[in-house]
Nanobody, 123 residues
Framework: EVQLVESGGGLVQVGGSLRLSCAASGFTFTDYAIGWFRQAPGKEREGISCIRGNSGTTYYADSVKGRFTISSDNAKNTVYLQMNTLKPEDTAIYYC????????????????WGQGTQVTVSS
């Protein structure tokens, strides 16, 4: 059974940092791309970053480029999202998702989803 479990969310002040984790199980981790998405109240879910474990190929949305860093620990089947210089507009539920194949940035391209973790940035 495929499982993705996010952790690391919380409340942080503007300019602060958080590191999210996505622990994966039930599939061959290095054959998949793992993506991070977020959904703010009243908005569509958007892809913000993804990584392919066996190649290290990464993707970042313009809204997070230069502030967020995605990384993968293949030995632990875990993907991390280091979020720095957080802004109020980063407030959302953050989800990780998995797809077989190369990195991709849209919701429809992912097959498996975690339950999400809340990130709130206070001003």
């Amino acid at each position: 059974e495929v499982q993705l479990v996010e952790s690391g969310g919380g409340l942080v002040q503007v300019g602060g940092s958080l590191r999210l984790s996505c622990a994966a199980s039930g599939f061959t981790f290095t054959d998949y791309a793992i993506g991070w998405f977020r959904q703010a109240p009243g908005k569509e879910r958007e892809g913000i970053s993804c990584i392919r474990g066996n190649s290290g190929t990464t993707y970042y949305a313009d809204s997070v480029k230069g502030r967020f860093t995605i990384s993968s620990d293949n030995a632990k089947n875990t993907v991390y999202l280091q979020m720095n210089t957080l802004k109020p507009e980063d407030t959302a539920i953050y989800y990780c998702a998995a797809r077989w194949g190369p990195v991709a940035g849209t919701v429809d391209e992912y097959d498996y989803w975690g339950q999400g973790t809340q990130v709130t940035v206070s001003s």
